[in-house]
Each structure stands twice: as C-alpha cells, then as structure tokens.
C-alpha cells in the first residue's frame, strides 16, 4: 500500500489499480458478450421482419447464420472475461495477503496488539477475498452497464419514448439499489467481525487443547466457544437477510421497469408505431435487461461487503508500530555488553543493571509478569515508558529493530516450532556456514534424535505437536544457540525436562556459549548455578547481586522463587 496509513478507500483503490489491465481487458470482452446478449433480439426481431413475414427462406438461412456467429462470439468473450475477472481477484487477493502478512511480521511489530492470531488469519484470508472480489463485481458491472447502454440505443432507434424508459429508469433503479446496500455493508462489517473473532477463539482453544483437557476444562471451552459461534450466527444471519432483502426488492424493482417496458412497446406496436419485429425485440430486449439489471444488484452488494473487508484490512495495514527504527546502526563488531539504566515498563520500577561482554547472567524475577516486562524491553518488542537499554553504548531505541535481533537474539519459553525436520527447525535461523552439531549437543537433542524414526530428518507437525513438551523446548534451545547471536537472552527453556537432563543441558549451555553474552531467565536451579552471578529482580526492582550460593544462604524471597 502506497499511503503510510492506507484508509479502507485507499485499500480499494489500490487492489482495483494495480489490477487495472486484467479489469480492462475483462470489462471489454465482457461489454462484448452484452453488448452480442442485447443484439439477439434484435436479429430474432429483424429474422422475423425480414424473412418469417416475406416467407423469404434464403434471408432465413442468412440471418440464422449471422445469429449463430454472434452465439458464438459471445460465449467466447464471456469465457475470456471472466477468466481475465477472475485472475485480477485473485492476483489482488494474493497482493493484499502479503501486504498483511508483512505487516504482521514487521520486525517493529503493533499489528497483533488487541488481536487473536486467528482474527489475523481471518482478515489475511476472508476479507482479502471480499477485497479482490471487488475486482471481479468492476468488471461484470462495467459490462452490465454496457449492456443496459446497448439495450437503451437500439430502444431509442426504435423508438424515443422505449430508450426514455430505459435510460431514465437504470439510474433510479441504481440509487436506489445502493442506498439498499447501505445496511448491508453495516452488517456485513459486524459479521466479518463476529466471525473473526469465532475463528481466534477457536485457534486458541485448539492450541491449548492438551492444557484443557489436562485440567478437565473441556465443558467451559466448549461453551465459552459456543457463545462465540451464536455471536458470530447471529451476526450472518442479519448479514443475510440485509443481502436478501436488497436482493429481493431490487429485483421487485427491476420487474416494474421491465413491465413497463413491455408495457409501453405493446401499446406502440397496437397503435403502429412499431412492427411486430420491433415488438419481438422490445420484449425480447426488456427480457434481457433482467440479466444486467440482477448483475447490477450482486455487483452493488460486492462492493457494500467490499468496502466493509477493505476497512478491516486497512486497520491492520495502517496499525501503529510498537517501536520504530531509529537513526543509528550498531558497531561493526557487537562485544555484547548490556546496559539497563533506569528502566522503567509495565512492572519494572528504576531497573539498573550492567552485564559484562562475554559474560553469563541469571535473572530471577520473584513476579512471572516482570521477567515478561524485561523480556520485552531486551527484544525491544516494546522501549521502556522510561530509562534506556544500551547495547555496546547504542541505546536500543535509536536502533532498527530488525538489526537489533541480527545482534541479539530473545529465546521465548513458549517458542513454536514449524512444520519440516528437526534439523530444519534448528538451523531455521543460523549462520549458513554454521554446524548445528555443537547447538543440538548442548540442548540435548542429540539424545532426542536418537530415539525419533528419522532421526534429526523426522517430520515435525505445525506447531511441533508430535513432539513432546521436552523435546519442543530442547529443539527450541538448540535453534537460540545455533543461531550464534552475540547476546542470548533465554527464557525458562528447561521447565518440561528431568533433572538429570536439565543439569547436562546447564552444563552444555555454558561451554557452547563461552565468551558471548548470555541472560537466563528462569528460576532453574540447575541453570542458575552454572551462571556467573544471579540478579534478583523483586517488587520490579533489582535487590540484590551475587551468585546462586550465596544468594540462598542470604534471601528467603530467592530460596521461595528457586527452591519451591
């Protein structure tokens, strides 16, 4: 989107511009096969005229077989357009799912905040499709309109008042079809909505389904689900009976004009304004006005529930990012020193805090809520409300976050795997001349691969469902190592293996990391006695430094927090 802070207008115009060849190309083959639709009762009425009334045979044959020509001219044109309709949707469609995509992953994120993943999935699939399906509702409408053009020309050579009616009627009947459609663009934003909101729900309770059944909270998942999915119900139905209650009056209002069309043509051919050709035709050509006019009708709801996806796009698109690039880049070689002064966020209160190039640091935060905080401020997902994060003297904030993470790397305690090998999975963000080897050892996947069918190249589900909760984690930690950033900053990355395992992991985690900076947060004994030193982070605020030793010989807040 070219604007920064596209508007759903803008997002319309810009699926339908840079689509602007395919609707070109589609709207002149489709005005085509209307414009041939309009023409054969015309040829019907001229056959008749011509050669039923003289009983000329020759001229029968003649303009049966100019009848013919034009079938088959306008099935081809329809077959071309429609095509051409069709690929400027789903190109536009594709356009828009990248735009989301890209946004969503933007490394100074914002687009995820107050919304579910699935809510996200629904915008990048649904209403993208509403959006290009805009495309396709252009090009039939344009050609529609042609149609309509063609049938009020050939009335009017007819005669005046039959191309009056027409062209004096197509426009009401078009105010009045969108001031129809009003209510449904309304509804059908709600609806999109409810239906988002439905799909998240149903995406995270699907995620936690082991969780829900580990603590028997299947009914108030299954309930709180089937509240969603009436809400979302609820909210189409109304959308389909403001769809169907356009659809039927403006195709009430549609049969008034055709009849009065009819209604008018008899009268001139009684009166001999007209032949009975011309009457034919006249029927004939009010007959067809129903196909443009119903075209008209299902265009106009298209673009209601088009423009109503194209404002939920552009919120996303147009969403503030969380934190912003700043003017600076880091050094030419990162040694990893961290510098915390004063940090102040959510539940951090005047956080100062020194860590040493090179040098391994355990974290523990006596409130879960505030090692999330400092998690956030270190990725820099968020910049302190006040105080700095240095890193090698550069404060975070005037860096882009997208080269921050090149330099340092937050290993979350929830991190998913993807879909591939194992093997992928670890080296997913590691240098391409890297050996995965020494990161697996140390994470302890080399014992994990030993037991797997394949080995390092067993297939791994979404999400790394088919493995278990310690294996993920060990497969999670080797991928933060094998990246090899100068800073790691880890997160409980042992809370779902034994303790002999967790112990081989501390060990392994200190020799691959030697001489790069490294932060553990976690409360794991096992890993905190392999650290340098411990900081205890209480009340959002740094109390106390020393090693893991002496820290329990001296604070029963960290013997609770480390030993419970």
Not at 35 to 47: D, K, T
Not at 149 to 154: F, G, K
Request: proline share 4%; charged share 20%; aromatic share 2%.
């Amino acid at each position: 989107m070219s604007p920064t802070r596209p508007s759903g207008r803008d997002v319309l115009r810009e699926s339908v511009g840079g689509q602007r060849r395919d609707i070109a190309l589609g709207s002149l083959l489709g005005s085509g096969h209307q414009m041939g639709e309009a023409l054969v009762p015309v040829l019907i009425g001229v056959v008749i005229d011509r050669a039923v009334t003289g009983s000329d045979t020759g001229a029968l044959f003649r303009w049966l077989g100019v009848l013919a020509v034009l079938y088959v001219a306008l099935a081809l044109s329809f077959r071309f357009g429609a095509w051409a309709g069709d690929r400027s949707a789903v190109r536009s469609e594709h356009t828009l799912r990248v735009a989301l995509v890209r946004r969503v992953l933007h490394p100074g994120g914002g687009a995820e905040e107050g919304r579910l993943p699935g809510a996200l999935a629904n915008i990048a699939t649904e209403d993208a499709k509403r959006v290009g399906g805009v495309n396709t509702a252009l090009m039939y409408g344009i050609s529609a309109l042609v149609g309509i053009l063609t049938c009020a020309v050939v009335l009017l050579r007819m005669s005046v008042p039959l191309g009056l009616v027409v062209l004096l009627g197509t426009p009401v009947l078009l105010w009045l079809g969108h001031l129809l459609s009003k209510p449904l663009e309304t509804r059908s934003g709600a609806e999109q909505e409810r239906a988002a909101h439905a799909s998240a729900v149903a995406a995270d309770l699907v995620a936690g389904l082991r969780v829900l059944k580990g603590i028997g909270g299947e009914p108030a998942a299954v309930a709180r689900y089937r509240t969603t999915s009436r809400d979302s119900l609820r909210a189409t139905l109304r959308a389909a009976r403001a769809q169907a209650f356009q659809s039927g009056m403006v195709l009430s209002l549609t049969g008034c004009l055709i009849a009065v069309v009819a209604l008018v043509g008899g009268r001139l051919a009684a009166g001999g304004g007209i032949t009975l050709g011309q009457l034919v035709s006249a029927v004939g050509l009010a007959l067809f006005l129903l196909g443009p006019l119903e075209t008209l009708a299902w265009a106009n709801a298209e673009f209601a529930q088009g423009r109503a996806s194209a404002g939920r796009v552009a919120e996303v698109l147009a969403s503030a990012h969380g934190v912003t690039a700043g003017g600076r880049g880091l050094p030419p070689r990162v040694r990893g020193a961290v510098r915390l002064a004063g940090v102040g966020h959510g539940g951090l209160r005047g956080v100062d805090l020194d860590i040493a190039p090179g040098e391994l640091l355990g974290v523990v935060a006596t409130d879960p809520a505030h090692a999330t905080d400092l998690l956030r401020c270190l990725a820099r997902r968020a910049d302190p409300d006040t105080g700095t994060v240095e890193l090698d003297g550069v404060p975070l904030r005037d860096l882009d976050p997208a080269e921050l993470r090149t330099a340092v790397l937050v290993a979350e305690h929830d991190a998913d795997l993807f879909e591939g090998t194992v093997r992928d999975n670890v080296t997913a963000a590691a240098p391409a001349s890297g050996d995965p080897g020494p990161a697996m050892a140390a994470a302890g996947v080399t014992q994990v691969v030993r037991t797997l069918p394949r080995g390092e190249d067993t297939a791994v589900s979404e999400r790394g469902r088919s493995l278990s909760g310690g294996q993920r984690q060990r497969v999670a930690l080797a991928r933060a190592l094998a990246a090899d950033r100068p800073v790691l900053v880890v997160h409980d990355p042992t809370t779902a293996v034994d303790a002999v395992t967790e112990a081989g992991i501390a060990a392994g985690l200190r020799e691959v990391r030697e001489g790069r900076t490294t932060v553990l947060v976690t409360t794991s004994p096992a890993l905190l006695s392999v650290t340098d030193r411990v900081v205890l982070l209480d009340g959002g605020r740094v109390v106390d430094t020393a090693s893991h030793a002496e820290l329990i010989s001296r604070h029963e807040t960290y013997r609770a927090a480390v030993l419970a």
